[in-house]
């Protein structure tokens, strides 16, 4: 490193010092916690950010081991770069270190949410867990609770050549070790036999300090493979005091780590006047060179803001911001949701990350996200659309901030000043209903009691679109895969973008005939008249998938089984019911509750409209079921089944029907 380089350097350092913003906390020590995975520690995933800075130069230390055992692979694992570490460390870059060296590596350290991380990529290998990944190949620089929470995988269960998230531990300095005469906080490895006096002592740190700054006492145990914050000054040779880095005896300068390491002191009251001039020359050109670059660089920010603003304007109108306003003052101002900047949502998503992706389709893709707050969220960023499903999606984002109801996903906002529309959602782990009864390798994980609860709640949430919102709302495309389960199987109806808002006045909707295969109301396909009660016969379909395990429509299943719908009705009339049934549900539900289920279904796939229940109705029969409130024994419950399947008799019309639709109009899905 030349002396003008070093220049830049200790300059460099100054000025981050002097940009520190006030803040009083100091970050806690982890201890062990990260070694147990599923003990609910927030420290466990990081350092908690001082309130107003979101950025700084940082320092972590790593020990080698194959293969990452050089500046070229450290650099790669720990999302460095491989000039500064050999620079710093005083190797070539293809240097292979002893595993007895302590590396240093240069990082900048970003506020992520609520939390201090520098971001590095990993590909997954054969063997790998969060655990292990944590403990073994980052050495405890991050955590696997820090992993589960930057990424959707199951730490014990992943996938090969995957690329993870991985979230390094890193911290800035407080206001008060700003004010102290702290440059930066270097992230130490603990290992065997440390001390914070000897750890001190490796680093010139004052024992006090590193007490302080990890909020432990002199007297408290640290404990190997865990990080301790060291704060280093801008003097801070353990050799040579009054100097941040040591003068080495080849020319270029590196932190000193211990005795016979990289370099031998040089006393600086020795230091020659041709050393001094150089440094002062190299300051000034430095200064010099950083006037012009402000400068120029605030030039360039100006113009590119004008631009952006341009730009922002632009694809508000393009996205249909006018109409998203004209809408939300229609029908109330949609203080649920908010608009959110464009910056935020790609730090959020990493610039949307290959590896945050939680789905894919036509409307778009789905990102795994985390806010400045740290809530975890769903960010589903639209591909190019036309002006034609402009209204849809408004209509989506509209539709969703009038509503606030525990079964019904939560629309967080939207931003509109980007090139296609991005809406953030509520975060739902666990996938979707389709999912779970359809794409399970072995036996579905959906037990008769989660199946009658999930019904139930759905039925209530699409009751309280129908008649309990403050406008009347038609969702349009109930179906399996528009309903999510979050983590303790709780369901959330989504997909709002062809539901419609009802004037009270009105009972239907006359339109082009839009839905999914297998879930259409076959009165709405001939009339093109929507009602409440197509919403009820497309969930009369879900509630035979949950009772059957089977899809709405299958080409694969022989030809009088490819509709479900006729199917169950016609092995209902044959008193085969029974045998139709998913297998976890023949074992674990009674006669009473599958007959009772049965009955309600059948009474939702009524031809005739007007002879189907209300959702509110459906929703009091499920949550009477649920609590075993029943009426009727098994054999009256058969023979309104019996009873009602006689008005079935034209079953053949609707599968023929059903089978001669317009693929054009419906989802395929």
Known sequence: MGLSSLSHFLYTLMLLSQFHHPSHAQQEYIDNAQLLCNRAVSISKGYFCNRIQRSCASFLTFRPQPPYDSPESIASLLGSNASF???INNVSVTHKFSP?????????????????????????????TYFNIANNTYQGLTTCQALDGQNYYDGENLMVGEQLTVPL???????????????FLLTYLVTWGDSLASIGNLFGADVQSIVAANNVTAEDPIFPFTPLLIPMRSESCSKNPGSLLCSCPNGRYAYELEDGHNCAAQDKRQESFSLKLATILGVGIGMGFLCLAVT???????????????????????????LLNQGLSCFGSGENSKIFAAEELQKATDNFNQSRILGQGGFGTVYKGMLYDGRIVAIKRSKAIDKS?????????????????????????CCLETEFPILVYEFIPNGTLFHHIHEQDNESSLSWENRLRIACEVAEAVAYMHSAASIPIFHRDIKSSNILLDDKYNAKVSDFGTSKSIPDDKTHLTTLVQGTFGYLDPEYFQSSQFTEKSDVYSFGVVLIELLTGEKPVSFARAEEER?????FIASTKENKLLQILDDRIAKEATKEDIYAV?????????????????????SMVLEGLRHSHRCLDIHEQAQLISDEISEHTVIEVEEESIFSLDLDSVDME
């Open 563 to 567: 509709n479900l719908v006729a199917y």
């Open 389 to 413: 499903q402009i209204q849809q999606f408004i209509n989506e984002v509209v539709i969703l901030s009038q509503i606030n109801h525990r079964n019904i996903v939560k629309l967080l906002g």
């Open 598 to 618: 049965a009955y309600l279904a059948i009474r939702c796939l009524r031809l005739n409209s007007k002879k189907r229940p209300t959702m509110k109705e459906v």
């Open 169 to 183: 531990r890193c911290a800035c300095p407080s206001q008060i070790q700003t004010d102290d005469g702290v440059a």
């Open 100 to 128: 007895d060296k302590i590396v240093i590596v240069p990082i900048t350290c970003s506020c992520w949410g609520s939390l201090f991380q520098h971001i590095a990529p990993y590909t997954i290998r054969p063997g790998d």
């Open 85 to 87: 570490i050999a620079s």
């Open 296 to 322: 120029g660089y605030n030039m360039y920010l100006r113009l590119r803001k004008r631009k952006d603003r341009i730009h922002r304007e632009k694809f508000f109108k393009q996205n249909g911001g006018l």
